[in-house]
């Protein structure tokens, strides 16, 4: 980092990754940056004492803003609504906090949460900024701000996966599924999955996909086997989707990125995003920081 480096480009990454928390979707994220961005480019920097705290402000002023506004759209949303999945590196499995936080698992849990209560969960227990800090951005005192973040704590612990398991039993678990997948055969996937195993799948409408989760094991193996009959096997990978080992298919012209919720060495929630408008960052890992 030198001297001369411009603020915004230094923490490009930690703001895209407040933003993306914030909203579940990367292209919302991208436009909360650009207009975080027209407003730094206006501000008198001589007056700002820390461009990062400053910086994480204006892009969390923006999310809130952003947030309110895409929550009424999704209540029209066609069928179930999941976050916009991005390819990363194995790399962010190693800040074992930060990989948590961008689950696809964590997202849908913080999609439960209203917007406050979601900027001040993101901010507060990801990211670890103080909570006059976090009143500053959210124009809420600190007091209130402790109160936020302990109703959103109770709330997110209630629903996020209740077992951690590390990346290499997590990647065992996938390699399996993914085998299991290819064959299509109903014994081996039921064997891999828990008995209370739930699929929810997001086709924004455009693509067929499951219009409610789907719940139990033998339901889910025999959804799974009629689509790896339509997958060719060679369109049946393993990928690394925010932040853990995850599997992306190929439908013929036709992509669905896959996230599993391991428990016990077994698959206890799947997540299928086939909206094609969400696909669009797979083919290059996103850069995230906090």
Not at 157 to 183: D, G, H, K, N
Not at 210 to 228: D, F
Not at 244 to 272: C, K, M, Q
């Amino acid at each position: 980092m030198t001297g001369d480096a411009d603020p915004f480009v230094v923490h490009r990454a930690l703001l895209f990754t407040v933003a993306y928390e914030m909203l579940g979707s990367a292209a919302d994220a991208e436009d909360v940056l650009q207009e975080s961005w027209l407003r730094w480019a206006d501000v008198d920097r001589s007056r700002i004492h820390d461009p990062r705290a400053y910086l994480v402000r204006v892009v969390t002023r923006q999310g809130l803003n952003r947030l309110r506004t895409v929550s009424r759209s999704r209540e029209e949303y066609v069928g179930e609504w999941l976050p916009e999945p991005l390819l990363t590196s194995p790399d962010v499995a190693e800040d074992v906090e930060l990989a948590e936080s961008v689950s696809i698992a964590m997202l849908t849990v913080l999609e439960t949460l209203g917007p406050t209560e979601r900027a001040v969960f993101v901010l507060r227990e990801v990211f670890e900024m103080p909570y006059g800090e976090i009143g500053e951005a959210i124009g809420k005192s600190a007091a209130t701000v402790r109160q936020v973040a302990r109703r959103a704590r109770e709330h997110v612990a209630a629903r996020r996966p209740r077992v951690r398991v590390s990346p290499s039993e997590q990647q065992a678990v996938v390699e399996r599924f993914l085998l299991a997948l290819r064959t299509g055969r109903l014994r081996e996937l039921m064997e891999v999955m828990a008995p209370d195993v739930v699929l929810v799948a997001d086709g924004g409408g455009l693509v067929p996909a499951a219009p409610a989760p789907v719940h139990g094991v033998e339901p889910v193996s025999v959804l799974l086997a009629r689509v790896s009959q339509v997958a060719a096997v060679a369109g049946t990978t393993a990928v690394w989707l925010n932040g853990a080992p995850a599997v992306r298919i190929e439908f013929g012209g036709e992509s669905a990125a896959v996230s599993l919720v391991v428990e016990d060495g077994r698959v206890t929630r799947i997540y299928v995003v086939r909206n094609p408008h969400k696909l669009t960052r797979l083919d290059e890992p996103a850069e995230l920081a906090r």
